[in-house]
């Protein structure tokens, strides 16, 4: 099966964070998601946290990719099935690391909500960076062996 992938450069800047929103939200219909599906919204709110550590906490630009079956001859029906992946690589050595929040913090919970939302994340290093993954099913289909297998920590079986 083909992979579509589309990617956008991430200034290290929190204003990013809603360009990145706004830039998803776009390429989602090329991608057979409509903007108004509940797995759309849970995409948004994934690169949403994963953008804001990558600009927030690292200080390095970054680069955002999405990973979506390729819409073929069958159109967009195709994609209705598969496994989406959202990947954000920066130029920081720094793993991630969750963190608890408590009560009334404004932050920490970034993680948790990846965690939480994600069928699957973890990060590896790339370079003399890292890259930080999270995948969402979607329909009965698997990809199997679609995507590089994770070389470093995976948080979720």
């Not at 939200?25 to 990558?54: F, K, M, W, Y």
Request: hydrophobic share 40%; charged share 25%.
């Amino acid at each position: 099966m083909q992979v579509l992938q589309m990617q956008m450069e991430v200034r290290a800047d929190p204003a990013e964070v809603g360009r990145a929103r706004k830039w998803a939200r776009s390429r989602l219909a090329g991608s057979g998601i409509g903007v108004d599906e509940p797995l759309a919204e849970t995409l948004i709110l994934l690169i949403s946290e994963l953008v804001t550590n990558a600009v927030v906490h690292t200080g390095c630009p970054a680069v955002l990719r999405m990973l979506f079956p390729d819409v073929g001859p069958a159109g967009a029906a195709e994609c209705c099935a598969g496994t989406v992946r959202v990947e954000v690589a920066d130029i920081s050595s720094r793993p991630p690391r969750r963190r608890r929040a408590e009560g009334d913090d404004t932050g920490g919970r970034g993680l948790e909500l990846v965690d939480g939302l994600a069928d699957r994340w973890g990060w590896q290093p790339e370079g003399n960076g890292k890259r930080i993954w999270c995948e969402v099913d979607r329909g009965a289909a698997s990809w199997v062996g679609a995507f590089e297998a994770p070389r470093a920590v995976t948080n979720r079986a």
